[in-house]
């Protein structure tokens, strides 16, 4: 199970990165755009995503942020900056992950109102930005940029594809093979 989380994590981390390599590319005002989606552009979605794994993260690394990871709804403006900010808490989730025991997952973590083991917040975690990059890809559909493939990370058969993410973000793929 262990294993499994640390691969959850660096495939969230890859799966980001190419929304927002895409996000970088839209035309003047795609990102801000109002779309359909549970949160009405791909500039909300995304900002959303990041508040919420602050919010989490910081959580699993004892700290005290709580409901401030969301104070400010949208702290990004662009997607280039987003796209910093989220890798660099995509690496701490990472960070955490590569530490976690099996008793770790069982162990119960109090913050804010939740009481939760930390294997649940974990699933909760991924199963979140999974759920809402889902949404913002599909409001790629409507703009200048195609939609990029975010399911396609871990097979070996994948290196190709997936070089050039591992070279961006300063990895190799020996990190990617120790699952």
Known sequence: MIKVFQQFAYNNLLANHRLLS???E???GEFETKRTGFFPS??????HNITVDWFYVDALEGGTLGAKAWA????FDNPVDLKVAQKQVDFRLIGICSELTFDMLAQNLQFYRF????????????QHQIHHRGQAHAMFAGTSVAPPQLDEFMFSSDHAER???LEELGLKEADLSNF
Not at 72 to 75: K, L
Not at 115 to 126: M, R
């Open 22 to 24: 895409a996000a970088e």
């Open 26 to 28: 839209l035309q003047q």
């Open 42 to 47: 791909i500039k909300k979605t995304l900002n």
């Open 72 to 75: 400010v709804e949208e702290p």
């Open 115 to 126: 009481n939760e083991p930390i294997g649940n917040i974990l699933s909760h975690l991924f």
């Open 163 to 165: 070089a050039r993410d």
